[in-house]
């Protein structure tokens, strides 16, 4: 029972982390009272600027860096910085997105997804690696578990550098969070709904699974809620929210890191996770046991400390 408790007050801390880094989310506009759908298309024009890169395809295959892509994120970084207030940035913003319309930035591509062969320069500047730590690593065969750290890590970076994403962002943000402060000895992984699966959500949406979260305190990689293992904690960050994957319902967990009971949106996703969708999980990518994190993320105060 500590353990749990433990890996639990750590999921708390990093989807308070999460939430504090990443404010906008395109689609959680549909759940905010007032929101309208200018809203959900500045967040979605946001979260464009965040993901991909400044690199277009060319008709014959080829790729090329489109410096006028690369010049205008940073136009939508500077309003975001500025002193001005939020209703001015919003208005800047949605100016910006009327101009150059709305999925201009969806078509850029980050340098390294054109080839299956990540550079040890980009690789190494977001782990905080040398470049020859990366050829060693690569060279004991840990070459996909160098990429799944900077693909999470890269994607963090951005979501945090521009304070928009999706659950996959929040995610992703919530895992960075645990490496950082790991104990040690833990393993960490991040989850999806599998896509061909609809579950109850599918009859309404007609689309297959549709989220990302991740599971600390696995056992093993499994497809299924129930045999994550008893100390598997569900960190959510689109949700804001973390909980034990065995007692998902249990009222006795029914308390956020605000020491306030989950809301029914909380409930709802925490239903079609372990419910729904309970035997249709899939793990995106595996990032083993933790070593003992280095702590350089400041800890987020919570209200709620013992469970």
């Known amino acids: 029972m500590p353990q749990l408790e433990d890996n639990l007050k750590l999921g708390l801390e990093a989807v308070k982390y999460a939430k504090g880094q990443v404010k906008r989310s395109a689609n959680q506009t549909y759940f905010k009272p007032g929101a309208t759908s200018t809203d959900k298309k500045r967040n979605e024009f946001l979260l464009g600027a965040t993901r991909g890169g400044n690199y277009i395809e060319l008709p014959n295959g080829d790729w090329t ?14 309003i975001l910085r ?26 850029g591509t980050a340098k390294w997804q054109f080839s299956d062969l990540r550079t040890v320069q980009s690789i190494a500047k977001t782990l905080g690696m ?18 799944s750290l900077f693909e999470t890590k890269s994607s963090a970076n951005k979501a945090i550098k521009f304070g928009v994403g999706n659950c996959q962002e929040k995610g992703e943000i919530a895992c960075t969070y645990i490496m950082d402060h790991a104990p040690g000895g833990t393993r960490l992984a991040l989850y999806n709904l599998e896509k ?11 689309e297959g699974g549709d989220h990302v979260f991740g599971v600390y305190g696995l056992d ?43 809301n029914i949106k909380q409930f709802t996703v925490r239903n079609m996770v372990c419910v729904s969708y309970k035997a249709h999980i899939e793990c995106m990518r595996d990032f083993g046991v933790l070593p003992v994190g280095p702590g350089n993320i400041p800890v987020p105060p919570l209200s709620r400390t013992k469970f």
């Open 65 to 78: 860096r489109d410096d006028t892509m690369a010049k205008r994120r940073k136009e939508l970084l500077q």
């Open 196 to 206: 061909g699966h609809k579950g109850v959500t599918g009859r309404i949406t007609g």
């Open 130 to 147: 040398t470049d020859q730590q990366v050829r060693d690593a690569t060279a004991e065969g840990r070459f996909d578990d160098l990429v």
């Open 220 to 262: 093993t990689v499994t497809d299924n809620v129930s045999t994550l293992g008893p100390n598997a904690i569900i960190i959510d960050g689109w949700m804001n929210d973390a909980y034990p994957a065995r007692k998902h319902l249990d009222w006795k967990h029914g308390y956020n890191y605000n020491n306030e009971r989950i």
């Open 82 to 107: 500025s002193g001005d207030s939020l209703k001015q940035k919003e208005a800047k913003i949605d100016a910006k997105r009327i101009l150059w319309g709305q999925e201009y930035f969806w078509e």
